[in-house]
């Protein structure tokens, strides 16, 4: 009995002191758990997040959503919402699925009139403490700014014959108004 326990002992020592040295955070693994996540960061997360939702929604009259995401773009100052669709792929196919995507992110509101005045408040709850307190520090424009740095883009795509989707029409639109701009090909 007691050869059959001195391979047993042997292994968890080795397994024990292999794990310390292997478990250790190395040098790139520090350095990401010391960078603090920001409330950007964190906004942008929960845009990302609401995006991928739309998928389960069943109220898109315009085309099925296929994907989506959030992103900034550091150089051209935009905060850049980009929503996929699969369809026929026509101008009108694309101006319906986008203004559907921007009702659905403005907390499903559908009407064009009621987006522009509850899109400053919609942005800036998603870039807002969970715990709903507010800095004292907080700029007082953060939903307008918000308003006027956000892009949100729209591609619809259609099936190829590689099997593939092949993207057809483009279109962008702000959240200052229901304007909807055509990207042509």
């Not at 499903?108 to 800095?135: I, M, P, R």
Request: some cysteine; charged content about 25%.
């Amino acid at each position: 009995m007691k050869t059959s326990c001195m391979p047993l002992v042997a292994f968890l020592l080795f397994a024990g002191s292999s794990t310390s040295a292997l478990s250790e955070p190395g040098r790139v693994e520090r350095w990401l758990m010391g960078e603090p996540m920001s409330l950007f960061d964190w906004g942008i997360y929960k845009i990302d997040k609401k995006i991928s939702e739309l998928k389960s929604l069943k109220t898109n009259q315009a085309g099925k959503f296929f994907f989506g995401s959030a992103n900034y773009d550091w150089n051209a100052n935009r905060l850049r919402l980009k929503v996929n669709f699969v369809g026929k792929g026509t101008d009108a196919e694309c101006v319906d699925s986008i203004k559907w995507a921007k009702g659905a992110l403005l907390n499903y509101t559908w009407s064009e009139k009621e987006q522009v005045g509850v899109a400053k408040d919609v942005l800036a709850g998603y870039f807002a403490h969970e715990g709903g307190y507010q800095a004292t520090n907080q700029p007082a424009d953060v939903g307008e700014q918000l308003v006027r740095i956000t892009v949100l883009e729209a591609t619809v795509f259609v099936p190829a014959e590689s099997g593939s989707y092949a993207p057809r029409a483009r279109c962008a639109m702000d959240f200052q108004t229901s304007d909807v701009n055509v990207v042509k090909r």
